[in-house]
Antibody, heavy 118, light 112 residues
Framework: QVQLQQSGTELVKPASSVKISCKAS????????MHWIRQQPGNGLEWIGW????????KYNQKFDGKATLTADKSSSTAYMQLSSLTSEDSAVYFC???????????WGQGVMVTVSS | DVVMTQTPPSLSVAIGQSVSISCKSS???????????LNWLLQSPGRSPKRLIY???KLDSGVPDRFSGSGSEKDFTLKISRVEAEDLGVYYC?????????FGSGTKLEIK
């Protein structure tokens, strides 16, 4: 069965960077777009961008351009998102989600809580 | 960006009642391939969002038929008939027609 297993909680300092992961299993990793979504505390959901692991192509929400960098490792079926120049505004839960055959997010990771604090 | 206006922000209903949630988009969600990429998600407390409905009205496998989606162009509705305790959580609409993808602000469903 399809699973997206994300890395663990992160506590990071302001101005630093963090890289979180999303390990896919149960399907051909290179055949589906992987999307990333942010949920700030008490807030709704924001789309960050996608990566196509088959060729590494990416597309970002303009709001996250320069903040998020998406990569993928085909050998380990793992997608990554690096967040840079962190501020308290970046404290949030970050989800990865697979874009399925019906052009919507059919599987989600469990989410990674990132807390930015000195 | 396409703005998704979702109402109401919250609902409190008794078990067995029916509810409707509205989602209106600032642009038509009909894509160039003639499909409409409007989805409904449920985020149960402490969980990741889960897709319930895709392409306006198609139920995901395992989703009870108490859930139904309808609408077209810019105006969409999620209806839950005979609400059950397990239905509590926050419901979101999501459009996947235009980049960037955008979500509604959510409707919190509470059980009386």
């Amino acid at each position: 069965q399809v699973q997206l297993q994300q890395s663990g909680t992160e506590l990071v300092k302001p101005a630093s960077s963090v890289k979180i992961s999303c390990k896919a299993s149960g399907y051909t990793f290179t055949s589906n777009y992987m999307h990333w979504i942010r949920q700030q505390p008490g807030n709704g959901l924001e789309w960050i961008g996608w990566i196509y692991p088959g060729n590494g192509n990416t597309k970002y929400n303009q709001k996250f351009d320069g903040k998020a960098t998406l990569t993928a490792d085909k050998s380990s079926s793992t997608a990554y998102m690096q967040l840079s120049s962190l501020t308290s505004e970046d404290s949030a839960v970050y989800f990865c989600a697979r874009l399925g055959a019906r052009a919507s997010f059919d599987y989600w990771g469990q989410g990674v809580m990132v807390t930015v604090s000195s | 960006d396409v703005v998704m206006t979702q109402t109401p922000p919250s609902l409190s209903v008794a078990i067995g009642q029916s509810v409707s949630i509205s989602c209106k988009s600032s642009q038509s969600l009909v894509a160039s391939d003639k499909n409409t990429y409007l989805n409904w998600l449920l985020q149960s407390p402490g969980r990741s969002p889960k897709r319930l409905i895709y392409q306006v009205s198609k139920l995901d496998s395992g989703v009870p038929d108490r859930f139904s989606g309808s609408g077209s162009e810019k105006d969409f509705t999620l209806k839950i008939s005979r609400v059950e305790a397990e239905d509590l959580g926050v419901y979101y609409c999501l459009q996947g027609t235009h980049l960037p993808f955008t979500f509604g602000s959510g409707t919190k469903l509470e059980i009386k």
